[in-house]
C-alpha cells in the first residue's frame, strides 16, 4: 500500500527542472534579443534592417488599399475605408526608417524613406482619382469622411503613440508580422494621404494641404515614440557621425511637432516670450434687420408776419397800423413701420457625420463645426447651387463670436417663427393757435 502512494504522489523534482529550463529559454532570448556586446548588437542589427527592408508587396498592397479607400471617400463610407486600412501592407519599412536613425544608419533610411514616400504617392493618386470621379457622377455630397481624416484630432495623439510603441516592440521581440500595430499606423498614416488626393482631385478647397500636413505630423510623432521605444531596448549610436545624425534627426521632428500643432507657440505664451494677439471687439454686425424700422417725420411751416407801418406823411390822428399775422403751425408725426422679412431659424439634423460645417463659401474653407441639434440663423432668399447642391446662407454664434458662411441645405430643418405685430394707423396732430 506505501509503495502505491508513494508510486501515485507526484514528483516535484521534474516540475522544478522544466521550470528552470524554461527560465532558462527566457533569459536565453532575452539575451539573443538585447545583446550586451558590440558584435551581437550589430548582428541584430542587421538581422532587422533585412526585414525591414522593402519589398513589392509594399507597393501591391498600398495600391489596392489606395483604391478602396478612395472608393470609401467616394461613397463617404467608413465601412470602406476600415477594410482599407486593414489592407495596408504591413509598416515594418517605417520601421527600418528609425532603426536607419538610431544606429546612425543613413543609406537604410534613405531606403526606407523612398519606399514609404512611394507607397504614399500610390495611395495619394488612388484618391485624385476618386476625388476626379467626383466631377463625373455629381451628386449631393458632404465629404464628411474626408473632412475628419484631414484635421487633427487630440485623442489620436495619445493611440497612435501607443501604436507605435507596440509595433516597435512586436518587430523585435517576436519573428511575426505585426499585424495589429501596423493596421493602427496605417490608419493614422494613409487615411489622411488619401484625403489629400481626394480633396485635390474633387477640387475642394481645404482639404489637400490639410491632409498632407496631418500626415507629416502624425509621421513625426509616430517616428519619435518610435525612437524613444529603441532607446529604452538599448538601440543606441556608437560612432560620433551616428549620435550626430540621431541628434539632428530628434531635433527635426520635435522641430516640426512643435511648429505645426502650434505648441511652440503655447510655450512661448506660458514663458512669457511673447504676447498673445490681440482680439479684436468690433464684432459683425448682422445684415438681417430684425426690429421694424420707426421713421419720423415732422413738417412745421415757416410762420408769416406782415406788419403795416405809418406812411410818410405825419397827421395829427394817427392810422391805427395794420397788423397781419398768419401763423399756422402745423406739426404731423408719422410713424412708417417696415417689416423686413423674418428671419429663419434651422436646425441642424444631418444623417452622417453626426453634424454640419459652416464655410466660408460653398465648398469653401470651414470655419466651424456644430453638431446636430444645433440651431442656425439663415439668410432668407439667398442660396447657391454648386454641382448641384444647394447652399444656404446662415450665420450663428459659436464661442461669443459671430460665425457667418454657408451650409449645404440637406442638413437643415427650418422652422419659421410668426412675427406678432400690429401697427396701428397713421396719427396726424394739426395744432391752430
Same mark, same amino acid.
Given at each position: ?295 419720423? !417725420? ?11 407801418? *405809418? &406812411?410818410? /406823411? $405825419? @397827421?395829427? #390822428?394817427?392810422? %391805427? ?88 441645405? !440637406? ?11 400690429? *401697427? &396701428?394707423? /397713421? $396719427? @396726424?396732430? #394739426?395744432?391752430? %393757435?
Amino acid at each position: 500500500m506505501d509503495n502505491l502512494e508513494d508510486t501515485l504522489q507526484p514528483d516535484s523534482e521534474p516540475v522544478q527542472e522544466f521550470i528552470s529550463a524554461r527560465a532558462r529559454r527566457r533569459r536565453a532570448l532575452r539575451r539573443v534579443y538585447f545583446p550586451t556586446d558590440v558584435e551581437g548588437r550589430a548582428a541584430l542589427f542587421t538581422h532587422l534592417a533585412k526585414r525591414a527592408f522593402p519589398s513589392y508587396e509594399l507597393f501591391i498592397f498600398a495600391l489596392v488599399a489606395g483604391a478602396i479607400m478612395g472608393l470609401g471617400y467616394f461613397l463617404d463610407s467608413q465601412g470602406l475605408l476600415i477594410f482599407g486600412v486593414l489592407v495596408s501592407p504591413i509598416l515594418t519599412p517605417w520601421i527600418g526608417i528609425s532603426l536607419g536613425i538610431v544606429a546612425g544608419a543613413g543609406r537604410l533610411s534613405a531606403q526606407t524613406i523612398f519606399a514609404l514616400i512611394l507607397s504614399s504617392a500610390l495611395i495619394f493618386l488612388s484618391g485624385i482619382i476618386a476625388g476626379f470621379a467626383t466631377n463625373i457622377f455629381p451628386q449631393p455630397r458632404t465629404f464628411n469622411e474626408a473632412f475628419i481624416h484631414s484635421r487633427l484630432w487630440a485623442p489620436d495623439f495619445f493611440v497612435l503613440a501607443v501604436g507605435a510603441i507596440l509595433i516597435t516592440l512586436s518587430f523585435v521581440r517576436s519573428e511575426q508580422r505585426p499585424y495589429l500595430p501596423s493596421a493602427l499606423i496605417s490608419y493614422y498614416f494613409f487615411l489622411p494621404v488619401c484625403a489629400a488626393g481626394f480633396g485635390l482631385g474633387s477640387g475642394v478647397t481645404d482639404l489637400w494641404p490639410q491632409g498632407l500636413q496631418v500626415f507629416l505630423v502624425y509621421f513625426a510623432w509616430a517616428t519619435f515614440f518610435c525612437i524613444l521605444t529603441l532607446f529604452f531596448l538599448r538601440f543606441y549610436p556608437i560612432s560620433l557621425g551616428g549620435i550626430s545624425f540621431t541628434g539632428i534627426s530628434l531635433v527635426l521632428l520635435i522641430a516640426w511637432l512643435g511648429i505645426s500643432t502650434g505648441a511652440l507657440d503655447w510655450i512661448k505664451v506660458q514663458a512669457d516670450l511673447s504676447s498673445p494677439k490681440p482680439v479684436s471687439v468690433n464684432q459683425p454686425t448682422s445684415t438681417l434687420p430684425l426690429i421694424p424700422t420707426i421713421t419720423h !417725420t415732422s413738417t412745421l411751416p415757416p410762420v408769416t408776419a406782415v406788419i403795416g407801418v *405809418p &406812411s410818410g /406823411t $405825419p @397827421t395829427r #390822428t394817427p392810422n %391805427p397800423s395794420t397788423i397781419e399775422s398768419t401763423i399756422r403751425p402745423t406739426q404731423s408725426p408719422t410713424f412708417t413701420i417696415t417689416a423686413e422679412p423674418t428671419p429663419i431659424i434651422g436646425l441642424i439634423r444631418a444623417s452622417e457625420g453626426g453634424g454640419a460645417f459652416i464655410r466660408e463659401k460653398p465648398g469653401g474653407k470651414v470655419l466651424a463645426t456644430l453638431g446636430n441639434g444645433s440651431t442656425v440663423t439663415i439668410v432668407p432668399n439667398d442660396l447657391q447651387e454648386v454641382n448641384n447642391v444647394v447652399w444656404v446662407h446662415v450665420f450663428t454664434i459659436v464661442n461669443e463670436v459671430r460665425v457667418e458662411g454657408w451650409m449645404i441645405q !440637406t442638413v437643415l430643418v427650418t422652422a419659421t417663427p410668426i412675427a406678432n405685430w400690429d *401697427p &396701428s394707423a /397713421t $396719427p @396726424t396732430i #394739426t395744432l391752430t %393757435p
